[in-house]
């Protein structure tokens, strides 16, 4: 099925939602891709996989439909980060068991990130938590959910070098809602702290967010 949700902030960024109905030959015949990345497809061997990588990129291709602007396909850079390969906007894509979600935007480094709420969130959240996160989430999975997104939204956006989640990327404390903005911190490698907005928006027994560089 095509995009179920699709949001624009401002003129410059949209981002939207595509839940995976499809087998994977009949995503990549929707996305029509050129050589390079039908190529990059095709060795994708899990079926589950390469649903979701299509998925996320037919989100994109949709998105710049809309914009009336063509897609010339999706490449990767040295640090596994996708880009469209005519540069015209940057991009960031996230999948899951169900759901693909993609984000473009004219001129800033973005980052995109789908999480279910899981309980398995629960094991790794000292490795993804400062100890003052910790205290603020007090074992709420949903909340837990909503800081493992938000910091995989900003590594995305950096993705430069290696990160520690529970040292480098931070997440003022905020109060649950179903979608907010939440203040937020990428240390730099001068030990100074940038800050970033990130958005959230819970979608089913999911949480999205996204954000752009300052």
């Known amino acids: 099925m095509p995009l179920i949700h699709i949001e624009h902030k401002g003129p410059q960024c949209s981002w939207g939602i595509w839940e995976i109905e499809e087998n994977s030959q009949e995503l990549v015949d929707l996305l029509s891709p050129r050589a390079s990345e039908a190529n990059y497809l095709k060795y994708i061997e899990h079926e589950k996989k390469r649903c979701e990588s299509a998925a996320a990129r037919l989100v994109i291709k949709q998105i710049l439909e809309q914009k009336q602007e063509e897609y010339f396909g999706i490449l990767k850079d040295a640090n596994n980060k996708p880009y469209l390969s005519d540069a015209s906007y940057n991009i960031s894509l996230s999948h899951?068991?169900?759901?693909?979600?993609?984000?473009?935007?004219?001129?800033?480094?973005?980052?995109?990130?789908?999480?279910?709420?899981?309980?398995?969130?629960?094991?790794?959240?000292?490795?993804?938590?400062?100890?003052?996160?910790?205290?603020?989430?007090?074992?709420?999975?949903?909340?837990?959910?909503?800081?493992?997104?938000?910091?995989?939204?900003?590594?995305?956006?950096?993705?430069?070098?290696?990160?520690?989640?529970?040292?480098?990327?931070?997440?003022d404390p905020f109060q649950l809602q179903q979608k907010g903005i939440l203040q937020a911190y990428i240390r730099q490698d001068n030990g100074q702290l940038k800050p970033h907005q990130v958005y959230y928006h819970k979608f089913k027994n999911y949480y999205i967010c996204f954000g752009y560089g300052g």
Not at 96 to 125: C, F, N, P, W
């Open 96 to 171: 899951t068991d169900q759901y693909a979600v993609g984000i473009v935007h004219q001129s800033k480094a973005v980052g995109i990130d789908v999480e279910m709420i899981r309980e398995k969130l629960l094991k790794i959240s000292n490795r993804v938590l400062s100890q003052e996160e910790q205290q603020a989430v007090k074992g709420d999975l949903e909340m837990l959910t909503v800081y493992w997104s938000a910091k995989e939204t900003l590594y995305k956006i950096h993705s430069k070098r290696q990160l520690f989640f529970n040292r480098d990327l931070i997440i």
